[in-house]
């Protein structure tokens, strides 16, 4: 089993920058793929960014050269640096974390707007 706690969401203006933190509990974060999802009133939940155990990277079209996914496996943590933010990205965020099973955090919203 695997929690996963999101932090680091929350009111920014466009332009602005945000963190977003996903701490995993476990001794085998470093197997699982990890990924950003994101889901807006309304809309389906679309996938953002992934890193996978090996460290290769994914992104959505949307947010190629604003966003950045990370992760630190020494502390069972994985990020989404999001920067020149827009408003069309404001959304629920959700850390996932796929391997043999799949697990969700509970979500942390981050809001872009003046």
């Known amino acids: 089993q695997v929690q996963l706690v999101e932090s680091g969401g929350g009111l920014v203006q466009p332009g602005g920058s945000l963190r977003l933190s996903c701490a995993a509990s476990g001794s085998i974060f470093s197997y699982y793929t990890m990924n950003w999802y994101r889901q807006a009133p309304g809309k389906q939940r679309d996938l953002v960014a992934s890193i996978r155990s090996g460290g290769s990277t994914n992104y959505a079209d949307s947010v190629k050269g604003r966003f950045t996914i990370s992760r630190d496996n020494a502390k069972n943590t994985v990020y989404l640096q999001m920067n020149n933010l827009k408003p069309e990205d404001t959304a629920v965020y959700y850390c996932?974390?796929?391997?043999?099973?799949?697990?969700w955090g509970q979500g942390t919203q981050v809001t872009v707007s003046s």
């Open positions: 996932h974390a796929q391997w043999i099973n799949s697990y």
